[in-house]
DNA sequence: TCTGGGGTCCTAGGACCC
DNA sequence: TCTGGGGTCCTAGGACCC
């Protein structure tokens, strides 16, 4: 059997664990740049807050209903997810973290287990441990574990864990369910399966395989293998190293001249540069992009990239970010006004089998002492202490973050200021 | 005024090989 | 009259996830 568990509105839960005055009221937390509405309370669903709304156009329901706002903290997001974790690790040695706010658990040699009581003593304990509500759904396949949890969510009833362990609660819950809220099931799909017929997740499951595998591939047969009980989908509790790393920004302002974009550009490039040693790999592609604002009609528009192969893989901050304003003074065009750049790097290897150069004239093993200097410096006093001077001051085109929440638990200068 | 960011997997089709 | 067969690799684009 597989558990999984989700943390209920995380975002907005995060924000309320240490400022419990927002408790019982609307809380919404804001996309980078404050742009669009990414996570909600309760309270801000039921006022009809919509997920991934523009906020200007829900800004008349945030002013009626008195709704709490905050720009985004990823700091205090990933902290708080990796104490989620840590409860959870108490509970059972194999967890896959599938994303910030969720976690597979293979519930391996419990036979004997009372499940239901087992999920309610692990929900328990992790929103007493960490102020986080969480939620369980527990099914033979991981498919059927995330149908459970949505059950464990929107019905009180179950107190916050849901267990599908027979054929019949299975067939009724795939009954209950539309099969565009099925994991794996999107947008097209859903509509290609409209037009024979098949509105719910039980209706999917009576499609004969043969014809799901024709029409919607590999991919469509394993969902409907795993809403059959049959697990195909495995837990994978070691992360894979990335294949791309990516690293993209909106400005808080539109940006026209080069200067500008070379340091925001230089910047994106040296946060891919440590993603990558993070994991302990190099790249030899890189990509830049640049465009306009695609949501103003009334403005000329220009989107552009370029890649460009390195003649040695890297995880240099200085060279990836030097490749990087390369590639961007060769596509940048004057007179137009930027929204957007990014960094996007491939084609990555592990450290240890990166393929030489007779003409390589760089001196990895100084950049290798230099990058590994920067980046414990970064970790103890904070990653935008020290950086490349191509990076400036980045206040022309910094993110718009006008609600942004103290690093409550992570920097200890915050916590004073909230003290004062 | 204002509209996020970061990934993966699969397939079809073209280029190329012997 | 007639013009093989079997592969691999790469890329672009679509679909999905959080």
Redesign the pocket.
């Known amino acids: 059997m597989y558990a999984l568990v989700d943390c209920n509105n995380f975002y907005a839960s995060c924000e309320r664990v240490f400022n419990p005055a927002l408790n019982g009221k609307p809380v919404v937390v804001l996309?980078?740049?404050d742009?669009?509405v990414?996570a909600r309370s309760q309270e801000a669903k039921d006022i009809g807050i919509a997920m991934?709304v523009?906020a200007?156009q829900v800004e008349p329901l945030i002013k009626t209903h008195n709704v709490a706002v905050f720009s985004s903290n990823y700091q205090l997001y990933g902290n708080m997810s990796e104490r989620v974790h840590a409860t959870l690790a108490e509970f059972a040695p194999e967890l896959e973290i599938y994303?910030i706010?969720?976690v597979f658990i293979r519930l391996s040699g419990m036979e004997n287990f009372d499940l239901k009581q087992f999920g309610t003593k692990v929900v328990r304990t992790t929103t007493k441990n960490t102020g986080i509500p969480v939620s369980m759904g527990i099914a033979p396949t991981k498919t059927l574990a995330k149908l459970a949890n949505r059950f464990a969510k929107k019905n009180k009833g179950y107190k916050g864990v849901c267990l599908i362990d027979t054929d019949e609660k299975r067939i009724k819950a795939l009954q209950l369910t539309e099969v565009a809220d099925i994991?794996?099931?999107?947008?097209?799909?859903?509509k290609k399966l409209a037009k024979v017929g098949v509105k719910t997740a039980f209706e999917f499951t009576q499609l004969p395989r043969a014809w799901v595998r024709k029409n919607m591939?590999?991919?469509g047969e394993k969902t409907w293998c795993e809403l059959h009980g049959e697990p195909c989908i495995e837990l994978e509790t070691v992360p894979p190293d990335?294949?791309?790393?990516?690293?993209?920004?909106?400005f808080g302002k539109m940006v026209e001249d080069l200067p500008t974009l070379t340091e925001a550009v230089s910047t994106y490039a040296s946060i891919c540069a440590r993603?990558l040693r993070n994991q302990k790999s190099c790249a030899a592609t890189l990509m830049v992009f640049i465009h306009t604002?695609n949501?103003?009609e009334d403005l000329p528009q220009y989107f552009k990239n370029s890649i460009v192969h390195l003649p040695v893989a890297t995880s240099s901050s200085l060279e990836i970010s030097q490749y990087a304003i390369r590639e961007l003074e060769r596509i940048y065009l004057p007179n137009y006004l930027y929204k957007?750049a990014?960094v996007i790097i491939l084609e990555i290897v592990p450290e240890t089998s990166v393929q030489g150069n007779l003409f390589d004239t760089v001196d990895r093993d100084k950049h290798k002492r230099l990058m590994k200097a920067v980046d414990q410096l970064s970790d103890r006093f904070g990653k935008d202490k020290m950086k490349l001077a191509s990076q400036g001051n980045g206040q022309k085109w910094k993110l718009r973050q006008e609600k942004l929440s103290p690093c409550y638990s992570t920097k200890i200068s915050d916590i004073i200021t909230v003290k004062l």
């Open positions: 996309s980078n740049n742009g669009c990414i991934g523009p200007y994303s706010d969720e994991w794996g099931i999107g947008r097209q799909t859903a591939t590999v991919v990335k294949q791309q790393i990516c690293t993209s920004r909106s993603k604002n949501f103003r957007k990014g």
